[in-house]
């Protein structure tokens, strides 16, 4: 009997130990890219000349920043609250907005998106939500968000962002992914009612119907998800851009030759830059990537090196330091949420 224990254990145990190297060599190569980061801005610009420019940024420049970035965090909240109110009636905004600031603290700040996770987990423990549902929401969310950027892209390619121009056909095909998958729901419910013949429903069906029953359905709900996303995503790419002027016409002085891009151009090297930071790489918190897809587009439209670097390294600084506070005030607020009023469970695992 212990033998068979220990042949069934022994898997279960490999399996346990292939994860955990896992997660050692994915933060140690977000660890050498944060490293090899630093290294380059201390080198071609240095840390000393990245904080003379973010000391020199007007104050409008850095109230649009905060006050767009804001508009474009309370419009995923509303957007968050409105898919989870589609599973359950009695959602509360307070613990969406709880639920939606610590996910993204953890989506954003670990490694190869695992931080996607907490979502269904966050839900079903502030909010006593199916987390199978909020899967369904969460894939929803995340394929909508891609068709909007690939929108988005294309707009400020046709208004002269050429810097976007590798990724045309990626945007194009991305617009089509809500469609298809509406496509793809409708299909899957007909094939989870099949019936089996009086035979028990298996647990992928149920979990099937759980999961898609997260995603929006009526044609109303979907269209207002879509024009929350757009609002989201126009006001953030806004923000960036506004961050990124002003940091350039701060570095001017140094580098008086320097013409400062057009407002579509600095919308399209921000578009890249973040696209490239939420790619599921192995990086911490997106360090290192953001950087380079940022650089690469300013460097595009005619910014020098050092000018480039310093206003990545500056914007997702401070993308960062909103990103962190809000995880922390979405974590106590969630606390105490549930501590005086604590949701029901759902009762399902």
């Not at 399996?15 to 190569?29: D, E, M, P, S």
């Not at 056909?169 to 094939?191: E, K, S, T």
Request: charged letters at 15%; one cysteine or more.
């Amino acid at each position: 009997m212990s033998r068979r224990n220990d042949a069934e254990r022994a898997p279960t145990s490999t399996l346990r130990r292939r994860f955990g190297a896992r997660r050692v060599i994915t933060l140690l190569i977000g660890a050498m890219l944060a490293a090899a980061l630093a290294w380059t801005v201390h080198h071609v610009v240095g840390w000393r000349a990245v904080g003379i420019t973010a000391l020199s940024i007007g104050a409008s420049y850095w109230i649009g920043f905060v006050g767009l970035l804001s508009l474009s965090y309370a419009t995923r909240v509303v957007r968050l609250w409105r898919l989870l109110r589609n599973i359950k009636p009695n959602a509360q905004l307070a613990r969406s907005a709880a639920v939606f600031f610590v996910h993204n603290g953890f989506a954003s700040l670990l490694p190869a998106r695992i931080g996607e996770a907490a979502l269904p987990l966050l839900a079903r423990r502030w909010m006593g939500i199916d987390w199978a549902s909020v899967i369904g929401a969460l894939t929803w969310w995340r394929l909508v968000d891609v068709a909007v950027v690939g929108a988005i892209g294309l707009l400020l390619l046709a208004m002269g962002a050429d810097v976007l121009a590798p990724l045309y056909v990626f945007a194009f095909a991305a617009c089509a992914l809500p469609l298809i998958a509406l496509a793809l729901r409708r299909m899957l419910l007909r094939l989870g009612d099949t019936t089996m013949g009086g035979s028990a429903t298996p647990a992928w069906r149920r979990f099937l119907r759980r999961a898609l029953a997260g995603m929006p359905a009526r044609a109303g709900a979907v269209s207002a998800d879509l024009l929350l996303a757009i609002t989201a995503w126009s006001t953030k790419l806004a923000a960036f851009s506004a961050l990124i002027a002003g940091a350039l016409q701060a570095s001017m002085a140094a580098v008086p030759a320097t013409v400062l891009p057009g407002l579509r151009q600095l919308a399209g090297a921000a578009l890249a830059g973040d696209v490239a930071g939420a790619l599921p790489t192995p990086s911490i918190a997106g360090v290192g990537p953001f950087e380079a897809g940022l650089v690469l587009g300013l460097q595009a439209v005619g910014i020098e090196l050092a000018q480039a670097l310093a206003v990545a390294v500056l914007l997702h600084a401070a993308l960062l330091a909103t990103i962190a506070v809000g995880a922390v005030s979405g974590l106590l607020g969630g606390l105490l949420l549930d501590r005086r009023r604590p949701a029901r469970r759902s009762g399902r695992g």
